[in-house]
């Protein structure tokens, strides 16, 4: 973009100092009610070195702990995902767990169901949660709302999909009752359908985390520097070309937190996924952790269950660094 | 808002945009808040009153929805009957256990890692939070086979044991953000004046001890919540709320007035402690990325 697009009401930049001269200093009521992009430095909490006993002692029984539980799994798993697991024996077996994998259809369905069930989930999440946070913003029952839409997200999942697998039921459900008498669907309930079942549990994960995204760009939205918004304006710029060209540029940073968030919580949790269709009707939604689940814990092929935890571990890992990466840019740099 | 000095000007455009958005922000809260009421009211319906349902299109039918005669026979029969009191005291005991051990450790752990470095520090962090961020069903697979073998399937140990899994990781990257803007001076001067450095460390607890007290509460509320855990790990001898409400769902006769209220049983005092630490909701939820 440049300069000259913008009609602009100041003098060029050598009328600026000039122009210093007769500015009127204007302190605002309350200061916190508009950020600046100004930066705060932070005191500094590092200890000068010279002691560190003392702390790594302190920090020793956390890290043991830790290390019983998420490395020593780690090791087991890569050891069982290489044996045929039973009750009672461990056998050695060749890889075979490992290079079943690209020939089990299943397997890869489940990584293109996880991959469509979340883009349907962030898609719908992103698009509802920002327009509901602009909505908001600024609105005289903000407060009031915000407390209303944080209900869903701390009931359990679990509960979640139960409530909704009442709501969806072909026979005594009212949003089935509700989606047949609007005409968009037919006597068979959503989730019994496989064109359907997707959408169905695409919209309890949308119901309960769609808030998340309102939250955090509510968050996200109070950090907008007002002062440029206000130039902007004075200059002329209208709404929207405000939001497009100062809000959301301010929003991303927050929004693709939002989203990585998101997106690793749906390899996490398949709570709802699992009382609503279980991975049916057929394999419709069989979401590559619900497969997992059903190899391991439903059909006890642990060896076989581990091996695909793996491949799923390997890459959530992947995704995890670069979410820390995100983190890391989206905070304010330290001294 | 008496400083304010830029004008909004009212156009066409910005008045259609703020009905669009008022009718919006109607329809989403009806949205979100309707599958809950549902759920509250069934839990006070008997069996056949819950199954009532007005014919397709018939709008006006709706009111079918409130002509029951309420009854608490869910209630009672859950605790009388089917030992949701048992079920409630372990779902208690698992999730303030996790809590309680992970925020102890973790917050020593934070404070450490805040106060040091050392090489290696940016590899320990990551593998901290990797840990929490790992698949559940993922993590588990090899966890269940631990504790086989241990023995500590189906007993309360084990599950708290299993929630620290996430909870722990989660308490040391959250309450290192919070040490972190604690200034080593305090500390230095409490020693100056002859404190040791475990004295230290406690006088500056108080200066944390709202935010520790928060992430005690959300540790609570993510361990209260799961489900997979507790059906795999916890089944058997630790059954928490959730698993025992998925048991509910038989195949025969399920008794929908039972899981509404078990529903409204395990969601109630989360939506309560939600509202007790609503200030610190987004930090936690986002992991301390996004602060409100």
């Given at each position: 973009m440049t300069n000259a697009s913008i009609p602009s009401a100041v003098p060029s930049q050598k009328g600026r100092p000039a122009l210093e001269l007769f500015r009127v200093r204007h302190i605002p009521d309350s200061v916190e009610s508009r950020p600046s992009s100004a930066v705060v430095a932070e005191p500094t909490s590092i200890n000068p070195p010279g002691s560190k006993r003392y702390y790594f002692l302190l920090m020793a029984p956390a890290i043991l702990v830790l290390a019983f539980i998420s490395i020593y799994p780690f090791f087991w798993m890569i050891y069982m995902s290489l044996h045929d697991v039973d009750i009672g024996k461990i056998e050695w077996n060749n890889f075979a767990n490992y290079l079943k994998l690209p020939n089990d259809t299943r397997y890869i369905m489940g990584w293109l169901l996880l991959i469509q069930y979340s883009a349907m989930c962030l898609f719908l999440q992103i698009v509802i949660g920002v327009f509901l946070a602009v909505a908001l913003?600024?609105?005289?029952?903000e407060k009031v709302l915000v407390t209303t839409l944080l209900m869903p997200m701390m009931m359990a999942p679990l509960v979640a999909g139960m409530v909704w697998y009442f709501l969806y039921n072909?026979?005594?459900g009212w949003y089935h009752w509700l989606l047949q008498s609007l005409g968009i669907l037919g006597p068979k309930s959503i989730l019994a359908s496989a064109n359907t079942a997707m959408i169905g549990i695409v919209l309890v994960d949308v119901w309960q985390w769609t808030p998340l995204i309102t939250l955090i760009t509510l968050a996200g939205l109070k950090r907008v520097p007002q002062d440029q918004l206000e130039a902007n304006m004075v200059d002329g710029a209208s709404a929207i070309r405000n939001f497009v060209s100062v809000t959301l540029p301010n929003l991303y940073p927050v929004l693709l937190i939002a989203i990585m968030l998101r997106f690793m919580d749906n390899f996490r949790f398949i709570d709802s996924i699992l009382v609503l269709t279980g991975g049916g009707p057929g394999n419709a939604t069989k979401i590559l952790p619900v497969y997992l689940f059903e190899v391991s814990f439903k059909f006890f092929k642990l060896g076989r269950g581990a091996a695909i935890a793996f491949t799923l571990l390997i890459v959530t890992i992947i995704l995890g660094m670069i979410l820390v990466r995100v983190f890391e840019r989206g905070q304010p740099k330290k001294g | 808002m008496a400083s304010r000095e830029v004008i909004e000007y009212e156009t066409g455009v910005s008045k259609a945009f703020n009905v669009f958005a008022a009718v919006f922000i109607a329809f989403y809260v009806v949205w979100t808040v309707l599958p809950i009421f549902i759920m509250f009211m069934s839990s006070f319906k008997d069996l056949l009153e819950a199954f009532k349902l007005p014919e397709v299109g018939d709008w006006a039918g709706v009111k079918v929805f409130f002509e029951f005669t309420p009854t608490t026979k869910h209630y009672y029969e859950l605790f009388a009957n089917l030992g949701f009191s048992t079920y409630l005291f372990n779902s208690l005991v698992a999730a303030g256990g996790s809590a309680v051990v992970s925020v102890v450790l973790g917050s020593m752990c934070a404070y450490s890692l805040s106060r040091i470095d050392f090489r290696g520090k940016k590899d320990l962090f990551f593998w901290i939070i990797s840990t929490r961020m790992a698949p559940v069903v993922a993590v588990m697979v090899p966890l269940y086979w631990i504790f086989r073998e241990l023995e500590l399937v189906g007993t309360l140990p084990g599950l708290i044991l299993a929630y620290t899994t996430f909870n722990l990781p989660f308490a040391i990257w959250i309450l290192k953000g919070f040490f972190d803007n604690v200034p080593y001076a305090i500390e230095e001067a409490q020693m100056v004046d002859g404190a040791t450095r475990l004295q230290a460390f406690r006088a500056i607890l108080p200066l944390v001890a709202p935010g520790i007290g928060a992430f005690v509460v959300l540790c609570i509320l993510f361990a209260w919540n799961d489900y997979l855990f507790a059906a795999i790990?916890?089944?058997?001898?630790?059954?928490?709320l959730p698993a025992a409400t998925r048991e509910l769902v038989q195949p025969q006769n399920i008794q929908w007035g039972q899981i509404m209220a078990a529903g409204v049983v395990t969601t109630l005092p989360m939506m309560f402690l939600g509202l007790v630490i609503r200030k610190y909701l987004v930090t936690g939820l986002t992991m301390g990325a996004v602060k409100e």
């Open positions: 913003n600024g609105s005289r029952f072909g026979t005594f | 790990i916890g089944s058997g001898g630790a059954k928490t």
